[in-house]
């Protein structure tokens, strides 16, 4: 089994989506992809590359420790998050996805974000979301 996280460094959630990655890949013996999606990555972007390359790394610790098969993925192909990560999860042949969303007004909470609501709607798998 393939997890895929969506992984954005800094994040309220960040640290959160790696715990719920970590104990849903011990529960079903998964492989975890985590994803950093950027939409553009020039020369002028090299040092916010190798901070979220390092940032990945980091990130990958979690499942290192408890021998959980991990991988990193750095994500720079110009188009948009939810369409990158979508296209990913096919690429990969992902068997779930998991990524964050953002609390909202009582109206916006009618609506996901663009990026949750593309992979929400679109990703060839299951996905699980965390506030």
């Known amino acids: 089994m ?29 492989t975890v992809l985590i994803v950093t999606i950027m939409t ?39 188009i948009a998050p939810g369409d990158d990560l979508i296209n990913f999860a096919k690429e990969t042949q992902a068997d779930e996805i998991i990524i964050g969303v953002k609390n909202r007004t009582k109206v916006g909470k009618l609506l996901l974000g663009s990026t949750a609501q593309a992979v929400v709607l679109n990703a060839p798998c299951p996905v699980v979301t965390m506030k």
């Open 40 to 78: 553009q990555g020039m020369e002028k972007d090299q040092d916010l590359i190798s901070d979220t390359q390092a940032g990945l790394e980091k990130a990958k610790t979690h499942f290192d420790k408890k021998n959980i098969p991990c991988e990193i993925h750095l994500l720079i192909r110009g």
């Open 2 to 30: 393939k997890l895929i996280v969506g992984y954005k460094r800094g994040t309220n959630q960040a640290e959160n989506l790696l715990e719920l990655a970590l104990k849903r890949a011990q529960l079903f013996n998964a």
